[in-house]
């Protein structure tokens, strides 16, 4: 009699669980720290929740920050700098590297990759570049004498500037020096089942060509798109086209399938006079529109059914860092806890010990024209101001318990 309404309303349930955890489970962000006025880490994990990120890239492997994401189900990708290299090389050096920045934090928080070197290949020098498939492979090694390579892979970043050519996306390549290198790489992530990492910025080609590139397309707003005259797909935003352009550099290689993720990608809310396009408001749209897809499972056109695996930069505006002014305003928040400009979630009333009061730096996001929330609380600590975002941590954390609940209810009410 009411057989027909339960089993809607059970796959109803099942599906509203499963588009929550998936959505919960997809966002990355970098978490970049060359910067004097951050937040303590163990303030900026509820900033990281509050955007549904539960994946975390660190450019090191800073214990205060491993530690307080202990037991919160945050994954960390944590790095060693190009600098690190050529010592670990050495089997012993990097044993130890693993044992005291990887093992000594397992299980509580959940280190499940290390990115050696950031970028190599693009340096264009040749010790650099020779020393990285070693240092690699000696970091790997110590992780499977540690019985930790089954948890943790190894891995390293690239910067898109490795192709050749990037358009259309199905006529991408690797730049042909760096062929035999590449390939040995992407042997090793097969060998190993790691993924292969690329940084990519469709802001760089909105920057270097404002007149040309279609501010939309870069942004993901609507538009008509290209179209791919070898493959017929259509492209209607940048970072998808640079993605499959990835994807048919490997293929050409003889690698088909491998597991890509964009290690970095963003916007910059500020810049220098002569950078276009750095403004809050694009780069809110393209935050929010990336964070949009991601939340949607949408595939690149080559791959519709891969995840995008994606890590946002960044988390923070970095005021140390060199170069031109958009390199310091990548950051979604400013450095005491406040929206860089409106992200679509609650925001969180934030106060730092830093805030905004250091004057070491000058360049901390002081976007003029961002609506902000005012952050007004001054008593030290994070606390969640609206609640809807924060639902869905349960759902994540207790996600087995869910399916077992909703398994006995449907089982409760087909018995009525
Ligand atoms: C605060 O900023 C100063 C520099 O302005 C830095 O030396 C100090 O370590 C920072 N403190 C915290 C807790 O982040
Ligand atoms: C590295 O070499 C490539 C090709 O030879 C060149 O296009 C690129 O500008 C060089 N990059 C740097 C950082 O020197
Ligand atoms: C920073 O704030 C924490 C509380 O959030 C407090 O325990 C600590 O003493 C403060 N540190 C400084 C340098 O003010």
Partial sequence: MMEPLLTPIAALLVACLFSSIIMVSSLGINYGQIANNLPLPENVVPLVKSIGATRIKLYDADPHVLKAFANT???FIVSLGNEYLANMKDPSKAQSWVKTNVQAYLPATKITCIAVGN???TFNDTTLTDNLLPAMQS???ALVNLKLDKLVTVTTAHSLAILQTSYPPSAGVFRRDLVTCVTQIVDFHCKTGSPFLINAYPYFAYKGNPKQVSLDFVLFQPNS???DPESNLRYDNMLFAQIDAVH???ASIGYKNVCVQISE???????????????PENARKYNCNLMKLISQKKGTPMKPNSDLNIYVFALFNENLKP???SERNYGLFKPDGSQAYPLGVPAISAVSNNSSSGGSGSGTGTTPSASLPPASS???YLAITSDSVSILAPFFRFFPFFIYYVFIIIVLLKGE
């Avoid at 990608?265 to 403004?279: L, R």
């Fill in 73 to 75: 189900g945050v994954e």
């Fill in 119 to 121: 970028e190599v290949l």
């Fill in 139 to 141: 970091v790997h090694t």
């Fill in 225 to 227: 798109g290209i179209v």
């Fill in 248 to 250: 048919s550099a490997l």
């Fill in 265 to 279: 990608t963003g916007w910059p809310s500020k810049g220098d006079a002569d950078e276009a396009g750095a403004t």
């Fill in 323 to 325: 170069g031109p002014s």
């Fill in 378 to 380: 001054s008593s030290g």
